[in-house]
């Protein structure tokens, strides 16, 4: 049997497919290729362009490659985005997801895993913070994630499938090899801004509010590394396969780093210096977000490999000076961060 990924070609799918194809697993992938790429998967794995939300296509798919599993990553990812234009986020997040999970009943799928968010918790009364906290989302964004874990919860109740939502901490790094990265032009993730200024491709890095109360005024983020959360989906595929019930989990180290130590890691990882522009607050940011892990290292087999902030900066700067020389363009003007 196989699963489907949607959203493979993309950064955090691309690196699940080869987690999942380096355990044995048969995968077939889905992605309209708008921010991911065909070259980032194995040779060996079947990649079907199109939309996620497409159900003729997406039962074909099922249909053909036996598909008995989806892990769903397709969506749309960037905050600010999501504040300036909330109805994409809606019909690109919510609605594929409902149009997606229409078809995984119609066929019987009976395992899925979501690719969830920690904005679904706002800002949090208690950090880490758990599972069972609160969700109130600030942005649209969050929003369109939480309104898809309640329709995932409802349609796995009334069919008989099983699910795990992962809620993703700040995602960073990249391939220890550096065969695969984030490669989206114009990416938002802090860790990659970074490293595009300390190879010389923006002439500054943004830090939006100073002024929050943590103990350098920046705010606070608790980094997980691109393979290991890989790795916690593959994880999560054997929960479910051998009969794991319906769990949430945070995907996250437990440990919050501010933004500008992050900044400061970069510049220790790649010995250069770079311009910093301190900026307003962003609407739609979370001032603290850091998660207890306490739950998915005891429901899962999993454990994180590569928790440490300076290892995670070396890896993306690693796949950032790869990724600069096979452009092989000039140094870009700096944007906002």
Same mark, same amino acid.
């Given at each position: 049997?196989?699963?489907?990924?949607?959203?493979?070609?993309?950064?955090?799918?691309?690196?699940? !497919?080869?987690?999942?194809?380096?355990?044995?697993?048969?995968?077939? #992938?889905?992605?309209?290729?708008?921010?991911?790429?065909?070259?980032?998967?194995?040779?060996?794995?079947?990649?079907?362009?199109?939309?996620?939300?497409?159900?003729?296509?997406?039962?074909?798919?099922?249909?053909?490659?036996? #598909?008995?599993?989806? +892990?769903?990553?397709?969506?749309?990812?960037?905050?600010?985005?999501?504040?300036?234009? /909330?109805?994409?986020?809606?019909?690109?997040?919510?609605?594929?997801?409902?149009?997606?999970?229409? !078809?995984?009943?119609?066929?019987?799928?009976?395992?899925?895993? $979501?690719?969830?968010?920690?904005?679904?918790?706002?800002?949090?009364?208690? !950090?880490? #913070?758990?599972?069972?906290?609160?969700?109130?989302?600030?942005?649209?964004?969050?929003?369109?994630?939480?309104?898809?874990?309640?329709?995932?919860?409802? !349609?796995?109740?009334?069919?008989?499938?099983?699910?795990?939502?992962?809620?993703?901490?700040?995602?960073?790094?990249?391939?220890?090899?550096?065969? +695969?990265?984030?490669?989206?032009?114009?990416?938002?993730?802090?860790?990659? +801004?970074?490293?595009?200024?300390?190879?010389?491709?923006?002439?500054?890095?943004?830090?939006?509010?100073?002024?929050?109360?943590?103990?350098?005024?920046?705010?606070?983020?608790? $980094?997980?590394?691109?393979?290991?959360?890989?790795?916690?989906?593959?994880?999560?595929?054997?929960?479910?396969?051998?009969?794991?019930?319906?769990?949430?989990?945070?995907?996250?180290?437990?440990?919050?780093?501010?933004?500008?130590?992050?900044?400061?890691?970069?510049?220790?990882?790649?010995?250069?210096?770079?311009?910093?522009?301190?900026?307003?607050?962003?609407?739609?940011?979370?001032? &603290?977000? #850091?998660?207890?892990?306490?739950?998915?290292?005891?429901?899962?087999?999993?454990? /994180?490999?590569?928790?440490?902030?300076? &290892?995670?900066?070396?890896?993306?700067?690693?796949?950032?000076?790869?990724?600069?020389?096979?452009?092989?363009?000039?140094?870009?003007?700096?944007?906002?961060?």
């Amino acid at each position: 049997m196989t699963v489907l990924v949607t959203g493979g070609a993309g950064y955090i799918g691309s690196h699940t !497919v080869q987690a999942l194809a380096a355990a044995g697993e048969s995968v077939v #992938v889905i992605d309209n290729l708008s921010t991911g790429f065909s070259a980032f998967l194995p040779g060996n794995v079947p990649l079907v362009i199109g939309d996620a939300g497409d159900d003729d296509l997406v039962e074909g798919v099922i249909a053909k490659h036996r #598909v008995d599993g989806i +892990i769903h990553f397709a969506g749309s990812v960037v905050v600010p985005d999501s504040m300036r234009d /909330p109805l994409a986020y809606y019909r690109n997040n919510t609605m594929t997801t409902r149009s997606l999970l229409n !078809v995984a009943v119609k066929c019987g799928v009976k395992r899925f895993i $979501f690719s969830s968010t920690a904005a679904v918790y706002g800002n949090p009364d208690q !950090v880490p #913070v758990p599972e069972h906290a609160p969700t109130r989302p600030l942005s649209p964004y969050g929003s369109s994630k939480l309104m898809t874990e309640i329709m995932l919860h409802d !349609v796995a109740s009334a069919h008989g499938m099983n699910y795990v939502v992962l809620r993703y901490f700040n995602v960073a790094g990249a391939d220890p090899q550096a065969r +695969i990265g984030l490669a989206t032009v114009g990416a938002t993730h802090l860790l990659k +801004i970074a490293v595009e200024a300390a190879t010389g491709q923006r002439a500054k890095i943004d830090v939006f509010g100073t002024d929050y109360p943590t103990p350098d005024g920046s705010c606070i983020r608790d $980094f997980i590394h691109v393979s290991d959360l890989a790795e916690a989906h593959r994880a999560a595929l054997s929960y479910l396969t051998a009969g794991g019930r319906s769990v949430t989990l945070n995907c996250g180290y437990g440990r919050g780093t501010s933004v500008l130590e992050t900044i400061e890691a970069v510049r220790r990882v790649a010995r250069r210096n770079f311009a910093v522009q301190y900026a307003p607050r962003r609407p739609g940011d979370i001032m &603290t977000m #850091v998660a207890d892990t306490s739950r998915i290292r005891a429901t899962l087999d999993w454990a /994180p490999r590569y928790d440490d902030l300076d &290892t995670i900066a070396a890896h993306a700067l690693a796949w950032e000076k790869k990724l600069f020389q096979a452009r092989g363009g000039p140094a870009q003007q700096a944007e906002s961060a």
